[in-house]
């Protein structure tokens, strides 16, 4: 259980912040950065479902889950991986295989692309266009943070992976299926 009585502390008026492990770094941290981009991603999902119909609830629902799924992200990156580590909480694989699966189904209802989709169409699509471009960013620097030899589980890397994908496929969804989608036109306006 989480806590939270007081949202200030001070502590890191020194540009640094603790990781879930109590370890101090950085704000400019790549790992502090890492998390920090899934909690972006999140709020651009937040903004996508105030923009959904009554026509969605089923993409609603499935955004409700992903949102307190980078929770569990945000704590997995929060706290690098140790041999000791216990109960911990991580991302898992069967988080991933429940996103495959709920990407199989929305893309089921979805003609075949035959263009590049500009991000656009109804409000909530829009909104999770930029919620899928924040999440590849928030990949990029999980990458970047693994290169650099700071470790993390695979299945928080898939689940971003992932989770761009699915932003993608609900984008399109919620622009009637993809009825509404903007598709890009090549040198249109050459």
Not at 16 to 44: C, F, H, P, Q, W
Request: aromatic share 4%; charged share 30%; net charge negative.
């Amino acid at each position: 259980m989480v806590v939270l009585n007081r949202i200030y502390t001070r502590t890191g008026d020194d540009g640094s912040t603790a990781l879930a492990s109590g370890e101090r770094r950085s704000k400019a941290d790549a790992r502090v950065e890492a998390y920090g981009t899934i909690d972006e991603t999140n709020a651009a999902i937040g903004l996508a479902r105030l923009g959904l119909d009554e026509t969605a609830p089923r993409v609603d629902a499935m955004l409700a889950r992903i949102q307190n799924d980078l929770f569990d992200l945000g704590a997995d990156l929060a706290r690098p991986p140790a041999a000791d580590e216990g109960e911990v909480l991580r991302v898992t694989q069967a988080q991933v295989d429940r996103l495959e699966r709920e990407i199989d189904e929305l893309n089921a209802d979805l003609s075949p692309l035959r263009s590049f989709v500009l991000p656009g169409g109804t409000p909530a699509a829009a909104a999770l266009h930029i919620g899928r471009t924040v999440c590849r960013r928030a990949e990029r620097l999980i990458v970047a943070l693994r290169h650099g030899g700071d470790a993390v589980g695979e299945p928080a890397l898939r689940y971003t992976n992932r989770l761009s994908d699915f932003l993608f496929v609900a984008s399109r969804w919620v622009n009637d299926k993809g009825e509404t989608d903007i598709l890009w036109v090549p040198g249109r306006n050459r």
